[in-house]
């Protein structure tokens, strides 16, 4: 049986989540909708990353290493703020280097 998208984005996101549960964090993929992964990191209190940017571009770096197909992986709590994923998606392509 093949694995669908949001399948082998969750196992992507496998290292990730064991290196943040070490910092009592923790990474849910909420969806992976036309090529956009939107997830959810959670931190312990008071231990949020100096450059939260930086820690998504690496967990996308992580994902589109693994998983063709994936443009960007993007922040769910922006969304909930109500950014557009697709905007989202076009900023985190901006910020590749």
């Known amino acids: ?11 992507a996101l496998e290292p990730v989540r064991t290196a943040l549960a070490w910092e009592e964090g923790g ?4 969806a992976v909708e036309k090529g956009i992964a939107r997830v959810r990191v959670r931190f ?4 949020q990353p100096a450059h939260p940017i930086g820690l ?3 967990i996308q770096r ?3 290493s693994t998983v063709a197909g994936i443009r960007a992986v993007v922040n769910e709590d922006l ?7 697709d905007q989202l998606a076009i900023q985190m392509e901006r910020s590749q280097i």
């Not at 990474?27 to 909420?30: A, G």
């Not at 312990?44 to 231990?47: D, E, G, H």
Request: aromatic share 4%; proline share 3%; hydrophobic share 45%.
């Open 79 to 85: 969304v909930d703020a109500g950014y557009s994923p």
């Open 62 to 64: 992580t994902v589109q």
């Open 56 to 58: 998504l571009l690496g």
């Open 44 to 47: 312990a209190s008071l231990r």
């Open 1 to 11: 049986m093949e694995r669908t998208l949001a399948d082998r984005v969750e196992a």
């Open 27 to 30: 990474l849910e993929l909420v």
